[in-house]
């Protein structure tokens, strides 16, 4: 299992992670989504012990990452595919990682084979590698020690659709043998379809999480008003989810309940409807309006 509590990191006046709660389970595959910037990798890289936390924490197996005796047996990591000597051959990559685990010479061998580098292409140099074969050679890496928790970051980038199907493959039987496995990506299909829980993170907050059928399920709102802060913070001291996204507060409570706890506050409500369907895409889109670079603005020097 992986947990993250409270978890935080800031740069100077930039906050890059804020308040990220969240667990990943075991014979699950958590999908980790959100824009460029969003501040994934960095929390990631806060699991893994790279980057160390302003506050909160986060457990492996119960234990921070820095206080497992081989990491390496038991968790794969996989944050940079290109994060290796240029210089030395993708054999000789997963012969230093044997040896630093403890591993015999061959668990090599038998990597190569689960990840379809041919002998030629091990023996091949990195910086002569595609990124799809880095890739390929970084979830080798992650898996040598046979770990029973995986932590991606962006594995299918670089992959054909072929190396995509291989990958999503892996990857559900990895979890399906009660492996832990946590996956970040930008491909939002991928992630439909590989993963059983969703966490969403935006501006470096959570602004989603649930399993994949809660979160697809046409069960949330979508209320306008001139207050937006007030009816967040109405809906919020109801126990319901509050997200501001584009204008208008996405909850996860039906329009009716959603309307009554408005009006309870005494927050005028200007637009009350339910979410439109479209699967992880439009739910990715939505919550995550705030964020996205690419918004819909007028050309300046004209009307709205």
Do not use: C
């Not at 072929?162 to 979890?175: P, S, T």
């Not at 602004?207 to 046409?218: F, I």
């Amino acid at each position: 299992m992986i947990i993250l509590e409270s978890l935080t990191k800031r740069y100077g006046a930039v906050t890059a992670v804020d308040d990220v709660s969240f667990t990943a389970a075991p014979g699950r595959v958590t999908g980790f989504l959100g824009p460029n910037g969003a501040g994934k990798s960095t929390s990631l890289r806060m699991v893994a012990g790279l980057t160390p936390p302003t506050s909160g924490t986060t457990r492996v197996l119960g234990r921070r990452f820095t206080d497992l005796p081989n990491p390496g047996r038991e968790v794969g990591v996989l944050l940079d595919a290109s994060a290796q000597h240029a210089g030395r051959t993708g054999r000789e990559i997963l012969r230093i990682a044997a040896a630093t685990m403890g591993l015999p010479r061959t668990r090599v061998d038998a990597m190569l084979d689960l990840v379809s580098l041919t002998p030629k292409e091990a023996d091949r140099r990195l910086r002569d590698y595609s990124l799809g074969m880095r890739q390929r050679l970084g979830i080798a890496s992650a898996l040598i020690g046979d770990p029973e928790v995986l932590i991606l970051d962006e594995p299918a980038n670089g992959l054909d659709p072929a190396g995509i199907r291989w990958m999503r493959d892996l990857l559900r039987g990895f979890a399906d043998q009660g492996g832990t496995v946590l996956l970040s990506s930008h491909l939002l299909h991928e992630i439909e379809v590989v993963a059983d829980d969703i966490v969403v993170i935006g501006n470096g907050r959570i602004v989603a999480s649930g399993t994949k059928d809660e979160l697809l399920a046409n069960g949330r709102t979508f209320v306008r008003s001139d207050d937006l802060a007030a009816l967040a913070t109405a809906l919020e001291r109801a126990g319901l989810e509050a997200v501001v996204s584009d204008g208008a507060v996405v909850t996860d409570a039906d329009p009716a309940t959603a309307g009554r706890t408005a009006h309870a506050a005494g927050v005028a409500v200007t637009e009350l409807r339910a979410a439109d369907g479209g699967g992880l895409e439009e739910m990715f889109l939505q919550l995550t309006a705030v964020s996205q670079r690419d918004q819909h603005l007028a050309p300046e020097g004209t009307a709205a």
